[in-house]
């Protein structure tokens, strides 16, 4: 299949800027005698509270040019996914920095774009994945409910042993 010309959105964004802006954040630069690339992302990401809205700016810049390209909702939700991926797992301690250097969020998204834009890769509706994430979510929050009601309950028969 022939390759489709890179889109650029109506700002004038292409995926190579995309792709670019993706390298200098998450693999832009190699620690010397080894395989192990990182960008900016953890190291603007140690800066308490300011690094994450930098950071997480950036993974959401990639995301709305991808949807201004007109991509299918199918990517947009695997590329956000990506990111609330870097944002939860990045928010334990310790092991969310190590997880900033390995898990580059923007290469995998820019990934998906050249892979739907050159190798037509990743077509389809994002309902059924939609649906999913909205059912595992409904179970958990009511999971979590049954979980509070019955430590409530606990807590309550402590009480009134107590007395």
């Known amino acids: 299949m022939a390759k489709q010309e890179l889109p650029k959105d109506k700002n004038g964004v292409n995926l190579k ?7 200098l954040m998450d693999s832009k630069f190699k620690i010397p005698g080894t395989d192990i690339t990182f960008g900016l992302d953890p190291i603007i990401g140690l800066i308490p509270v300011v690094g994450d809205i930098v950071t997480y700016a950036v993974h959401l810049f990639v995301v709305y040019h991808a949807f201004r390209y007109g991509t299918g909702g199918k990517i947009v939700l695997k590329m956000l996914s990506n990111v609330l991926a870097d944002f939860l797992i990045g928010k334990i301690p310790v092991l969310g920095y190590f997880f900033d ?20 890769k990743h077509k ?13 979510t409904s179970i958990l929050i009511l999971a979590m409910m049954v979980g509070f009601y019955v430590m409530f309950l606990k807590l309550f028969e402590w009480i009134q042993g107590m007395f």
């Open 101 to 120: 250097f390995a898990y580059k969020a923007n290469d995998r998204n820019v990934k998906l774009l050249r892979e739907h834009y050159e190798e037509d």
């Open 17 to 23: 800027q995309l792709d670019q802006l993706s390298r």
């Open 124 to 136: 389809g509706s994002a309902w059924p994945l939609i649906l999913a994430a909205f059912a595992v």
